[in-house]
T-cell receptor, first 115, second 112 residues
Framework: DTGVSQNPRHKITKRGQNVTFRCDPI?????LYWYRQTLGQGPEFLTY????????KSRLLSDRFSAERPKGSFSTLEIQRTEQGDSAMYLC?????????????FGQGTRLTVV | DAKTTQPNSMESNEEEPVHLPCNHSTISGTDYIHWYRQLPSQGPEYVIH???SNVNNRMASLAIAEDRKSSTLILHRATLRDAAVYYCILRMAPGTGNQFYFGTGTSLTVIP
């Protein structure tokens, strides 16, 4: 499968614990996006990487959230001191070019449940 | 962020065409119109995109109004597998943001 891969698919954690999600984009896609989606809503933008550089961050990305893409390939999204409001689907997408005439390819997402 | 307006839900009978409308009255000249769909428990899936001219691909057709203030996604023969939430998104010119702004989309129900 050469699509965007996200792991784990599901994560249940206790409030206050730290969690980390991984995203492997399509090979040679140098642009990578993280989104969050809560029930009944469309995905909301969190952050964007071009290669290893984090170029954009949403105000939704509080200081408990950090994302990295150390070698411009896979990316990780860490949430520290999780709260129940962090329960959501976390989606990763990648694209090969910049600009509005470009489609993005999304992974299956990681569903986080904070109990 | 440029805004789109879609009906919350629509129904279609199986094997009939479906026309999903989207209004984007504030679109600028360089904004592309993208459509994605999301099946239950899956990530969004690219469907089609265009700028001014109508577009066709193996999944769907995109009809863009002459003034570009609205567009319609056309599924030529709806199948049960087309039941999903369909998002109409404007992608802005470079320099004004790289992200996709999703709204709440149109939930399409296909009736057997």
């Amino acid at each position: 499968d050469t699509g965007v891969s996200q792991n784990p698919r599901h994560k249940i954690t206790k409030r206050g614990q730290n969690v980390t999600f991984r995203c492997d984009p399509i090979s040679e896609h140098n642009r990578l996006y993280w989104y969050r989606q809560t029930l009944g809503q469309g995905p909301e933008f969190l952050t964007y990487f071009q290669n290893e550089a984090q170029l954009e961050k949403s105000r939704l990305l509080s200081d408990r959230f950090s994302a990295e893409r150390p070698k411009g390939s896979f990316s990780t999204l860490e949430i520290q001191r999780t709260e129940q409001g962090d329960s959501a689907m976390y989606l990763c997408a990648s694209s090969s070019r910049q600009g509005p005439n470009t489609e993005a390819f999304f992974g299956q997402g990681t569903r986080l449940t904070v109990v | 962020d440029a805004k789109t307006t879609q009906p919350n839900s629509m129904e279609s009978n199986e094997e009939e065409p479906v026309h999903l409308p989207c209004n984007h009255s504030t679109i600028s000249g360089t904004d592309y119109i993208h459509w994605y769909r999301q099946l239950p428990s899956q990530g969004p899936e690219y469907v089609i995109h265009g700028l001014t001219s109508n577009v066709n691909n193996r999944m769907a057709s995109l009809a863009i109004a002459e003034d570009r203030k609205s567009s319609t996604l056309i599924l030529h023969r709806a199948t049960l597998r087309d039941a999903a939430v369909y998002y109409c998104i404007l992608r802005m010119a470079p320099g004004t943001g790289n992200q996709f702004y999703f709204g709440t989309g149109t939930s399409l129900t296909v009736i057997p």
